[in-house]
């Protein structure tokens, strides 16, 4: 059927529901690479803390010093936990003073 209504004032033009799911699209697509730069970070960041950890571990056993070994074998811990689910622990954010942690006082 063949009728001359114009184009803007057709109801069947699906423009608005394009522009709306475009506009989720990418919106969509930012936060998906904001989550994957975020992940990459915090792995990195793991690999960071567990190479300071495992180091400073050797450090203390040639010291002797068993509270050093345990401190830095739950950081070499934590690392291992970063770099395997990409979301950084809830010690290191203590650690660093982003938010306050269930057991170590925060840094200032």
Same mark, same amino acid.
């Not at 622990?89 to 942690?101: D, H, I, L, Q, Y």
């Given at each position: @059927? =063949?009728?001359?209504?114009?184009?803007? =004032?057709?109801?069947?033009?699906?423009?608005? #529901?394009?522009?709306?799911?475009?506009?989720?699209?990418?919106?969509?697509?930012? /936060?998906? #690479?904001?989550?994957?730069?975020?992940?990459?970070?915090?792995? /990195?960041?793991?690999? &960071? %803390?567990? =190479?300071? &950890?495992?180091?400073?571990? &050797?450090?203390?056993?040639?010291?002797? %010093?068993?509270?050093?070994?345990?401190?830095?074998?739950?950081?070499?811990?934590?690392?291992?936990?970063? @770099? /395997?689910?990409?979301?950084?622990?809830?010690?290191?954010?203590?650690?660093?003073?982003?938010?306050? &942690?269930?057991?170590?006082? +925060? +840094?200032?």
């Amino acid at each position: @059927m =063949l009728t001359n209504t114009p184009h803007f =004032l057709d109801t069947t033009n699906p423009t608005t #529901a394009s522009t709306t799911a475009t506009t989720t699209s990418s919106s969509n697509k930012v /936060a998906q #690479a904001g989550e994957f730069t975020k992940n990459m970070l915090a792995a /990195a960041h793991g690999a &960071g %803390e567990k =190479l300071r &950890g495992e180091f400073n571990q &050797g450090v203390d056993r040639t010291f002797n %010093e068993s509270e050093g070994i345990a401190k830095n074998e739950r950081i070499a811990n934590a690392g291992n936990s970063e @770099m /395997a689910t990409g979301q950084f622990a809830k010690s290191t954010k203590n650690r660093e003073g982003a938010v306050p &942690g269930d057991h170590d006082p +925060r +840094r200032v």
